[in-house]
């Protein structure tokens, strides 16, 4: 069965400071990864996917995650945090043939003035 | 375009009464819908998903039932709630270009 980790409960930065939110999986295969964000009270919205290709790829909101097979690891960065960053940060597998996603357990942005 | 709709937005109900959120899809056919919940803290918890009308396929035993009595219309339920089921419930759909969207959510409290 697949899982995914998303190590960090909580991270705090700073406001302009770089950003990297970590997500390491399990599958046996290449799975389809993706990245949520979600504002309190909301629901969540797609700030990026890989499915195949290019293992750098592009979001909304100025984000990036790198695809690294070797390592097992989706991580999330964003190269100078804003104030509304704040906010939980999913990261979600699917494995080819699935309808069941599989998310992480967030990990929560404090951005500090 | 494609949109979900889910409401209420809010709902605070007491223990033992029934429960009934919505969530529609509008601009897609045949969706693949997907019911979650998430308690304060935690991740997000797969309830129901529905691959078509009428079929539910339950990934945890509770309180709950859901069902998809038109094509892009599911419905989550409970006869009797609990406390335990207080949490933010949310609809998504799984897009045909891959990923999934998500309404807004239903912050229900049970008291």
């Known amino acids: 069965a697949q899982s995914v980790t998303q190590p960090d409960i909580h991270i705090t930065v700073s406001e302009g400071a770089s950003l990297e939110l970590r997500c390491n999986y399990s599958?046996?295969?290449?799975?389809?990864l993706f990245w949520y964000v979600q504002s309190p009270g909301q629901g969540l919205q797609l700030l990026l996917k890989?499915?195949?290709?290019?293992?750098l790829v592009q979001g909304i909101k100025g984000f990036e995650a790198e695809f690294k097979r070797s390592q097992s690891s989706f991580n999330l960065r964003k190269p100078s945090v804003h104030w509304s960053d704040a906010a939980e940060y999913f990261c979600a597998l699917l494995a080819g043939g699935s309808y069941i996603p599989t998310f992480g357990r967030g990990t929560s942005l404090i951005v500090h003035p | 375009s494609q949109t979900i709709h889910q409401w209420p937005a809010t709902l605070v109900q007491p223990v033992g009464s029934p429960l009934s959120l919505e969530c529609t899809v509008e601009g897609t056919s045949n969706p693949n819908l997907y019911w979650y919940r998430q308690a304060a803290g935690r991740g997000l918890q797969l309830l129901f998903y529905?691959?078509?009308?009428?079929?539910i396929s339950s990934e945890v035993p509770q309180n709950l039932s859901a069902s998809r009595p038109q094509d892009r219309q599911f419905i989550l339920s409970s006869k009797k709630l609990l406390l335990s089921d207080s949490g933010f419930y949310l609809c998504a759909w799984r897009l045909e270009a891959g990923g999934y969207t998500f309404g807004s959510g239903t912050r229900l409290t049970v008291v």
């Open positions: 529905s691959v078509g009308i009428g079929q």
């Open positions: 890989y499915f195949s290709g290019d293992t």
């Open positions: 599958y046996g295969a290449t799975p389809y």
